[in-house]
C-alpha cells in the first residue's frame, strides 16, 4: 500500500475536493478544528498535492511544510507552487521513517495517513515521529475513516465516495477500498484501524488531551442539496477526526 497507488493518482488527486462529502463535510470540518493559524508554523503530513498546505498558509501559518510518501504527489504540489506562489515547502517523505526537521512546529495535520501503516508498530512510530517534530503542548489534527462506519450500513456514495472492505485483515483492522466516484473512478486500498490502535499508538509517543470530533455537514450543504440529502451520511459516517496535544517528553 502506498506510494505507487499514490503516484498513479497524481493531479487526478486534486479533483477529490470537488466531491460533495470533502467540500461540504471534510473541508469545513478539518478547518473549524485546526482553526487560528495566523503565526504558527505547520507540519502537513501526507500532505498530497498540498490542499491544505496551501489553506492555511492562505490563513495566516507562518512556516508551511508539506510531506507525503508519493514523489509524484509531491511534484504536482511543487508545480501548483510554482503557479501560485505562497512560500510553502514540500519534502518526499515516509512519516513512519521522519528525520527530526530541524525545528519543532505548533501544529501538525495527518489527513488519512494512520491508516497506511501496515500494523501497529509502525502506527506507533508514525506517531512518535510526529511527536518528536512538534514543540511541547503543539497540537496535532488527524482525519480518519470512522472505526465505527459499517460496510453493511447507508453508504456515502451520493456524497462520491465508496468504501467496502477488500476481505483482508490486518493487524490493525479490515483492509478497505476507498473509491473517489470521478470520472474515471479513483480507488486507492488502506486499514481501517480500530479506535483502541489510535489511542493507543498516540498516546504510546507521548500524546495527551485526546478527543475524537465527530464530522458534521456545513451549512452552505444544507443549503445545497437540503437535510434529507445528508441522512445517510448522519447515519453512517464514514469518517471521524481526532484531535490531540504533545505532552511533555
Not at 495527518?110 to 512510530?125: F, K, M
Request: glycine letters at 10%.
Amino acid at each position: 500500500m502506498g506510494t505507487q497507488q499514490y503516484d498513479d493518482i497524481g493531479e487526478a488527486y486534486e479533483g477529490f475536493k470537488s466531491l460533495p462529502l470533502e467540500r461540504f463535510a471534510v473541508i469545513p470540518g478539518l478547518l473549524a478544528m485546526v482553526g487560528d493559524v495566523r503565526g504558527r508554523s505547520l507540519l502537513d503530513l501526507a500532505s498530497g498535492t498540498g490542499f491544505y498546505s496551501r489553506e492555511f498558509r492562505r490563513r495566516g501559518a507562518t512556516d508551511v511544510l508539506g510531506i507525503d510518501v508519493s514523489g509524484e504527489m509531491v511534484a504536482v504540489a511543487r508545480r501548483l507552487e510554482e503557479s501560485e506562489p505562497l512560500g510553502v515547502r514540500y519534502e518526499v517523505g515516509d512519516v513512519a521513517e521522519m528525520r527530526p526537521l530541524g525545528r519543532r512546529f505548533d501544529v501538525a495535520l495527518a489527513v488519512q495517513l494512520l491508516s497506511y501503516a501496515e500494523d501497529y508498530a509502525t502506527t506507533e512510530r508514525m506517531c512518535r515521529n510526529v511527536h518528536r517534530n512538534l514543540r511541547p503542548g503543539g497540537e496535532f489534527f488527524v482525519l480518519n475513516q470512522s472505526p465505527d462506519y459499517r460496510f453493511d450500513g447507508p453508504t456515502p456514495e451520493k456524497y462520491g465516495f465508496r468504501s467496502e472492505p477488500t476481505g483482508e485483515e490486518a493487524e490493525t483492522g479490515p483492509q478497505v477500498r476507498i473509491t473517489a466516484l470521478l470520472d474515471p473512478p479513483i480507488s486507492f486500498v488502506a486499514n481501517r484501524p480500530r479506535r483502541e490502535v489510535y489511542e493507543k499508538a498516540l498516546r504510546s509517543a507521548g500524546f495527551t488531551e485526546l478527543t475524537w470530533v465527530p464530522l458534521t455537514v456545513s451549512e452552505a450543504g444544507v443549503r445545497e442539496f437540503g437535510e434529507d440529502f445528508w441522512a445517510d451520511f448522519h447515519a453512517n459516517p464514514p469518517l471521524e477526526m481526532l484531535r490531540c496535544r504533545a505532552g511533555r517528553p
